[in-house]
Structures are given as C-alpha cells and as structure tokens.
DNA sequence: TTCCCGAATTCACATAGGTTAAATCGGGCG
DNA sequence: CGCCCGATTTAACCTATGTGAATTCGGGAA
C-alpha cells in the first residue's frame, strides 16, 4: 500500500515487514517470499492453530489477531510459554525439522499465513537471506523465552506483569498496532496471563489494581494503556534490546 | 577408539559423537567436522567461557567439565538459564549471527574445543547434514529452556530440583557419564542449583534433604546418586521425550 | 596438628502469593 | 426486558518459600 512492491496475497505484508525488519532483503527476495504465502481461513477465539507432535508441513504466520504457545504440565496446568503477534512465526520446528512441541492456540479470532515448507526451502536456495531471517526471527523468539524464564525465576509479581505489559506495548509498538497513544488490544483474560506468569488468576487481578493505583498501567475491556512506559520499564527491569536483531 | 575413523583432536570425539545422536552423518562428513576442531586451553572453575554481548568467532563445544549459561537481572541477582554438559555447545547465537546473549561460565575445571565459524560454514556448504545436526542441538537447547520454564512456572521446589536432577542424569547417561549405577558428578553448589530454579540456597537444602528421606536422591560430596530413577520421575513428572532429537 | 574458609545445615521468623468461595459486573441472547 | 454466563473483583485464610544469622562440617594450606 504504501510501496508497490507486488503482495501477491493480502496480509502477506506482515510477513514482509517482518522478514525485512531483521534482515534488508533484495526486491526479488521480497517478492519471492510474498508469493509463496497463501491467507488461511479464519480461526475462533480458542481454536488451535497447531497441536502439539504435529509435523506442520507449512510455515505459519499470524497475519492478525492474538495467539499463544503452551504445554501442559503432568499435573494438568497450562504453561504459556509465549504470545503470537501480527507478524510472528508461529513454530519454528520446521527449522531443525521436527515437530512442533508445543501447541499454538488463537486467543483471538486470527488469520493466519502459511508457506509451504518444500517451496520455501526451494526459493531459499535462491535467496538464502530468507533463511537468515527466518533464524534471526528465532533467535529473538528464544531471547522472549529466556526473559519471561527470568521473570519466573527472580521477579515479583509486580514486575512480572509490568515487565509483559512493557514487552507487549513495545512488540505492539514495532507492528504498527498501537491505537492512539499507548495503548494496545490486549485480547487475553487474566487467567491467561496468570498462566504465562506462574500467576494465579486472583493474584494477577491484585497486581493489575495496584499498578492502576501506581498510575503505571491501565486495562479496561481489553484494552491496555501505560500512562508512563518508562516508570513501569524502571519499576519491572525492562530492557528492549531482548527484542532488537543486531543488524551488525 | 572402538572405530577407526581419524579423529585428528583427542576431544573431538565428544563433538563427532554428539552430531551424530541428532543426525546420521556420512563417514566424510564425521572426518571434516573432526578436523576443525581445535581444543583450548583448560578453563579453571569460575572463569568465563563466552561472555555476554561478545561476538564469537568460533562455535564452541564444551569438551569435558560443567558449565552453566546465565544471565543478569537488574536487581543483581543472577539466573542460570541451562547447565551445560560436555558435549553440549556453549553458545548458538551464531545459527542466527548475532552476538552471545548470554554469558557461559565453567562451573568446575573444563576444555573447552573451538570450531571456527566461517570454516565450518565452508564445509557445511558441501556437508549439510552437519548444519541439520546443529540445528537439531539448538531445537534441543531450546526445548530444554521451555522445560526450565515448566518447572519454574508450576512446580514446587521437591518437583523443581528433582525435575533438574532427572534431567541431569539422563543427560550424563546420554554422555557416558555415569559413575556406576546411577551416580553422577555434580559440581555444582547448591547455591548455584537455586540460581537455576528460582529458589534461596536454605530452600534447596532442605528440599535435597527431603528428596534423602524419600530415598529418591542422594547428593554428597558432589556426587549424585538416584537410588530410584522411575520414582523421581514420577514425583517430578519428568519425561525425557524433551531431549530426544526425532530422527524421523 | 591447627587454622581457615567456603559450603552445608539448622533455626526462628516474615511474607508473597495460593486457595476457596462468594459477590459483582457486563454483555449477548431469547 | 430479564436471564445467563464468563470475567473481574473482594474477602478470609493458609502455606510454601524467603530472609538473616548462627552453627557445623570438611578439606586444603601453613
């Protein structure tokens, strides 16, 4: 829309803008890759996008909506081990070709992209740079889970919320998805929060009040607002860089 | 040893062993990723063996010893993201070219052997199975953070150090490690234990005491002892399948 | 042998966060 | 308009784990 790079498939620039945002991709790389995603049909709230052991033989891409990856504890208890937004792969199995092990369930209604694994691996030869981007997407994936392990193993409750909240609002930020000022659709109940936090549901209801009464953050009908993203990034440690590829 | 293929580097054995678990690799392929590698000097306990932001040059394959990767919360307080076994890579921020995102410490005296990234590169250009066996250590690595996170996220401490000590001794057979029966070596505090699980030292001392009069661990003078493998398993829900690479 | 030091252990006490259950809110639907 | 149901909120109570500090243990150095 606002360049006239051929998307062959709407919503394929979200996957673009992602692959470009970690490694400066050639017009026909570009277009190579935009060519080969195809949109999905869409997906309900609480509907898996991809289960757990499955050999996904396509690459998945939430185009928009909400999604999360989980396991199951023995004792039952779901563990969030990580959000999907607009632009985020949803597995990378398909790297070291295994299957997925871990589930990938909407949290919302979404769309997503899928891009055969054959076909990709085809035009990868051409442009290996797509490969590149693809690995640093996952390198970044694996710093998210290493932050949210640091969280769980040496933050309180407090800055275990503030600290999502500060890396939502900035993953919100860089996909172009926050509304007005600072606030961002957080389409996720609190439970849900709590199970990525190792948090009950009633003590994630606790600290959310509290940070209102700090002035810190606000989250009314789904939808999210930091008055003072630096005072809530100081009081839970947050540091973006997590979240950057070294462009070096 | 018990094959005649030329190994060029005492150690480099560890190294050829382990991408073979994960991927079946041509006789050629085994002698050229032999021959890259190069065994450092001996690393004293405590040292640094990758510290954090720094960009290797070199992958680096933890030859014999233990080691633990890490990383620093702003409170100070540290957090041990993986122990690291011999066999095991030190670091795979080169799979995406980035920088080290985390530091990597010798928790006892340990050599460590060095590939050089750029000559492994040219190799893989004509053996590359051995990139699908590296990729296939990170899919591991990975799964072995999330499982980490499972621990830290809902179980209790009994759960938490007797999942760690499961993992560990799987992890040590896998290697060839094992004392006798079911003994391995843990040089490792029990401080340092709690730095990995989130809990004070006082904690894990009584939660190994505990695990004593269970008769499911023993742990004395660095050495542990598992008189009862399925029943540690069980209390802990520890499954192995996490660490298997599928062959499929 | 004795000293010394880090690690393990023990003890007393404090508290963040879990649990259970009930009350309230808000929106969709008949 | 009134009902229903999931989500949020509140309340009372409970316990797993943290904290701080002292004690013991075991092995290396002098």
Redesign the pocket.
């Given at each position: 829309m606002n360049s006239n790079v051929a998307v062959s498939v709407p919503g394929g620039d979200v996957w673009l803008r992602r692959l470009s945002s970690v490694v400066s991709l050639s017009r026909a790389a570009q277009e190579a890759a935009a060519e080969i995603m195809s949109l999905g049909r869409p997906i309900p709230a609480r509907d898996h996008i991809i289960r757990d052991g499955n050999r996904e033989t396509s690459i998945k891409v939430l185009i928009s909506g909400f999604a999360c990856r989980y396991k199951f504890l023995p004792a039952g208890r779901r563990q969030i081990t990580a959000f999907v937004l607009p632009g985020d792969l949803c597995d990378f199995g398909f790297v070291s070709s295994s299957p997925a092990s871990q589930g990938v369930m909407a949290l919302s209604p979404s769309i997503v992209g899928a891009v055969d694994v054959d076909r990709f691996a085809s035009i990868v030869e051409e442009y290996p740079d797509l490969m590149a981007a693809v690995l640093r997407c996952a390198a970044i994936e694996q710093n998210a889970t290493q932050e949210l392990l640091l969280s769980l193993g040496g933050?309180?409750?407090?800055q275990?919320v503030g600290h999502l909240l500060c890396e939502l609002h900035f993953r919100m930020q860089s996909a172009g998805l926050l509304r007005d000022g600072q606030a961002f659709d957080l389409p996720?109940?609190?439970?849900e929060l709590?199970e990525a936090l190792?948090?009950?549901?009633?003590?994630?209801?606790?600290?959310?009040?509290t940070l209102r009464k700090l002035g810190l953050a606000t989250?009314?009908?789904?939808v999210v607002s930091l008055p003072n993203p630096p005072g809530l990034a100081a009081l839970s440690g947050f540091d973006p860089a997590y979240l950057k590829s070294e462009m070096a």
């Open positions: 933050r309180n409750a407090l275990r996720v109940t609190q439970s709590g190792g948090l009950s549901t009633v003590h994630v209801n606790r600290t959310v009040q989250w009314r009908d789904r």
